[in-house]
């Protein structure tokens, strides 16, 4: 009785730690549109952590997009989330590659 007990506990257990996980893993590519046009995002899930961010297309302007293409994605993977602030001076373009990431995550669900 205290084995049959314990291993519904153990299974149990398993079960629960198993519908832990909030997202799928996977590789996600997703858009939202930026100041010019939509940029493309690849978001990388992994036990449930943003371990990569990629901007894979875009045609933001040149010089006033720069800090958000190049710094955002990794901004995103430090916080685990696209719930962060944007770029001063590149609103746009920080709004979409945020959008992009949180539209990842709702797939990743």
Same mark, same amino acid.
């Given at each position: 009785?205290?084995?049959?007990?314990?291993?519904?506990?153990?299974?149990?257990?398993?079960?629960?730690?198993?519908?832990?996980?909030?997202?799928?893993?996977?590789?996600?590519?997703?858009?939202?549109?930026?100041?010019?046009?939509? &940029? =493309?995002?690849?978001?990388?899930?992994?036990? /449930?952590? @943003?371990?990569?961010?990629?901007?894979? +297309?875009?045609?933001?302007? %040149?010089?006033?997009?720069?800090?958000?293409?190049?710094?955002?994605?990794?901004? &995103? =993977?430090?916080?685990?989330?696209?719930?962060? /602030?944007? @770029?001063?001076?590149?609103?746009?373009? +920080?709004?979409?590659?945020? %959008?992009?990431?949180?539209?990842?995550?709702?797939?990743?669900?």
């Amino acid at each position: 009785m205290k084995k049959m007990i314990l291993t519904f506990l153990i299974i149990g257990m398993a079960v629960i730690i198993m519908a832990c996980n909030e997202y799928s893993d996977g590789v996600y590519e997703t858009s939202a549109e930026g100041f010019n046009d939509d &940029i =493309v995002v690849e978001t990388t899930i992994t036990d /449930d952590v @943003i371990e990569n961010v990629e901007i894979l +297309s875009h045609d933001e302007s %040149d010089g006033i997009s720069d800090d958000a293409i190049n710094d955002l994605p990794s901004l &995103i =993977v430090d916080n685990n989330s696209p719930d962060i /602030d944007g @770029i001063s001076g590149a609103t746009h373009s +920080s709004e979409a590659i945020l %959008d992009a990431v949180q539209g990842a995550l709702e797939e990743a669900k």
